[in-house]
């Protein structure tokens, strides 16, 4: 008896149900119909239709950085593909576990400039941590389930996978094998830190008069957050987060100083300068974070624990290199730790929190409420009292997105989704949407500006289609602020095109793609408004929040100083 | 420094494109590529000349190492080596006089003449980078070239040592 024959696009369909997958996120075209085709004759697997095939990237984005779990995005070839460029790009800075399935023009045609013909793999290679070409109708199982493998293993990242239609349609037909417990011999991330290198990190933390341990992005993609806050509450050591890595411990926790860096707390970035000894977890000694890495901390002692041994030794030097993932080696640091008997030095653990206490007292991110305008940090703050902390808040980029990072103390991991690496604007509402279909319980916030909400509104339509409620709250200052914010400090008050003239009315373009529209323009109405928009369930509430169009944010680092050289408030140095 | 760097890694297609892309992209250096399949059809060995400091060299090494593709690298200049290239190259020789010439110097540097037209003689020559190097400044003294061509280089390990799956 002859098994039974697929299509290649019925593989794909069951490769993907095989592998446990609920959602794809896409949008149809030529040469992937019979996927579509496919997926309507199954009920494994839902499609949900974006309105753009980057915010197709950015939903499956949101929805991995929520769960854990991979993304999965459908287009179809040429334009549908390249339309995904910075939603990839935006996932592989942010090292998110992101499959990508690209419809491609036949393989007879493959390299005739044939009619929505883009060399995909070509176009995304420095962008994904891996692709396939497929060109054997059997192969597909496996290679998603590879693809599903290298996505989500080691430092995870978007692999793309090109599929050509003559491989999808019903003219060709195989057998259906998936071997989901991938080996490959060219690719074993490493798992366990070297002991040897494990002791000497031990040693170089107990030996420490001023420690701090700085962690990333990394301790949240690891799910670590709990041997994390086990270690620093043992050696009762200062942490600070970076922009990626909010939430990894608590934001309230008492040994936690606020994010560091670029627009860090005075503390945070202070306490790194001062530090004799860092601990670097899962993050990666960014520009932003460093700032002239010439003069970056040069007394400390640099331990770097990453999976990724491109990210040691990259910018800053590392004097106890670690590879390995950060639950299993921030277990054995806990375990070496109870080995050696250690007990902080009561002291001089004292002292140097006297020290940072005294920094803290500069300045904990402070802005004062004056005048008739809202002020946007107090926007964030309204909105952390009446979500009591417990929101995933999802960002667009620009001054809201660091306001939010400093004033909502992230109580838990992949709470605060933003796009750290790459920047993009046009993020936030559609990771909110990935975030709201995995947990449809939750609140969900998209916080944004009048720029970026711009740049993919179209996916209201999609909201209503699915029933994806989430909050849109938008720090509307009437410009492109964080250029604007530049444009004041670096380049003598010019602003060129950093303001938004025309700006359409929110609230009617909230109703005209049947949701609610709200705005909010008086200090005295901002929580009871959004206390409401919050008690709608049901409905997306888009509110427009008209906040100080001249709030710049502060701290900022000055550029070329050292990590803690900042600006505090206009003119005023720490 | 110079160092070359021997890599084998899966002979799929992309996989050199992954690697000149992850060059250029991060702005390392590459004197020469080669590569081929190994016995092992299944396998690629590619042998990269590059220049940088310590620091960009550990950052190319872990670099190429991260590419999936990539089942190991080595620094073959980190311990003693064998190194070879290969020169095809074209000349005037037009007399008696040049042609003796050109004749000595080949047998000088242990090449040998493979081809002769008319007017000129083509020679190849074996040898590590410098020994080129010398060899195609000496015969520049002597006589016009015509044309020439270089394979990169190809290394390996001396002794017990091996790059293998
Ligand atoms: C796609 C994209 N284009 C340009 C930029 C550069 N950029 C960074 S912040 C910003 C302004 C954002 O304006 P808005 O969304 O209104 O936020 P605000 O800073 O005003 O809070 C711009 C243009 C970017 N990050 N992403
Ligand atoms: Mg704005």
Known sequence: MTKKQFTGAQMVVKALAALDVKYIFGYPGGTVLDIYDALFQQTDVEHILVRHEQAATHMADGFARATGEVGVVLATS???????????????????????????????????????????????????????????????????????????????????????????????????????????????????????????????MTTAKKLIVYSGGGVIIANASGLLTKLVEKLDAPITNTLMGLGGISGTHKNYIGMLGMHGSVEANKTMANADVILALGARFDDRVTNNVKKFCPDAKIIHVDIDPTSISKTINAHIPVVGLLEVVLQQLLDELAATDFEPNKEERAQWWQEINHWRGLNRVGYVQEGEQIKPQRVIEAMYKITQGEAYVCSDVGQHQMFAAQYYPFAKPRQWINSGGLGTMGFGLPAAMGVKLAFPESHVICITGDGSIQMNIQELSTCLQYNLPVVIISLNNRSLGMVRQWQDMVYGGRHSSSYMESLPDFVKLAESYGHVGMQINHLDELEDKLTEAFAIKNRLVFVDVLVDENEHVYPMQIRLGAIDDMWIKKGVKA | MRRILAVLLENEPGSLSRIVGLFSQRAFNIESLTVAPTEDPSLSRITIATRGDDRVLEQIVKQVNKLIDVIKITDLTERSHVERELLLIKVLAMNDKSRTEVKRITDIFRGSIIDIGKQVYTIQLTGDAEKLNAFVTTLANETEIIESVRSGCVGIARGEKALRV
């Open chain 1, 78 to 204: 040429g334009p549908g593909a390249t339309n995904c460029i910075t939603g990839i790009a935006t996932a592989y800075m942010d090292s998110i576990p992101m499959v990508v399935l690209s419809g491609q023009v036949p393989t007879t045609l493959i390299g005739d400039d044939a009619f929505q013909e883009t060399d995909i793999v070509g176009c995304s290679r420095p962008i994904v941590k891996h692709s396939f070409n497929c060109r054997v109708v059997e192969d597909i199982p496996n290679i998603i389930a590879k693809a599903f493998y290298i996505a989500s293993t080691g430092r995870p990242g978007p692999v793309v996978i090109e599929l050509p239609k003559d491989l999808l349609m019903p003219t060709s037909l195989g057998e259906f094998h998936i071997e989901t417990d991938v080996k490959m011999r060219s690719y074993n991330p490493s798992i366990k830190g070297h002991p040897k290198q494990i002791k000497k990190a031990v040693k170089a």
